[in-house]
């Protein structure tokens, strides 16, 4: 059964930083592309990053410059550097894991940016 599991959020003053990591296990046929999303209050879900199998990487437009995803595939993790946070980012993260047949997701972990 695939599992993965979000940590690294919580509160944090604007400017500041936090980094997410969403650790996965169990087998997933044929990885296409991992990444993290997420949601505010009132608004859909929304793209955070993605980074493919071949490493490529697409940043959401509000975080480009701010945010940098990484995998580590030793340890079967991956993280969201979240650098510069804005009010405006705060929202629940969800990691995601795209495979051949079936998409994963992760619980979420709370981001709150607040003076």
């Known amino acids: 059964q695939v599992q993965l599991v979000e940590s690294g959020g919580g509160l944090v003053q604007p400017g500041g930083s936090l980094r997410l990591s969403c650790a996965s296990s169990g087998s997933i046929f044929s990885i296409r592309a991992r990444g993290w999303y997420r949601q505010a209050p009132g608004k859909q879900r929304e793209l955070v990053a993605t980074i493919t199998r071949g490493g490529s990487t697409n940043y959401g437009d509000s975080v480009k410059g701010r945010f940098t995803i990484s995998t580590d595939n030793a340890k079967n993790t991956m993280y969201l550097q979240m650098n510069s946070l804005e009010p405006e980012d705060t929202a629940v993260y969800y990691c995601?894991?795209?495979?051949?047949?079936?998409?994963?997701w992760g619980q979420g972990t709370q981001v709150t940016v607040s003076s």
């Open positions: 995601n894991v795209k495979g051949l047949l079936n998409d994963y």
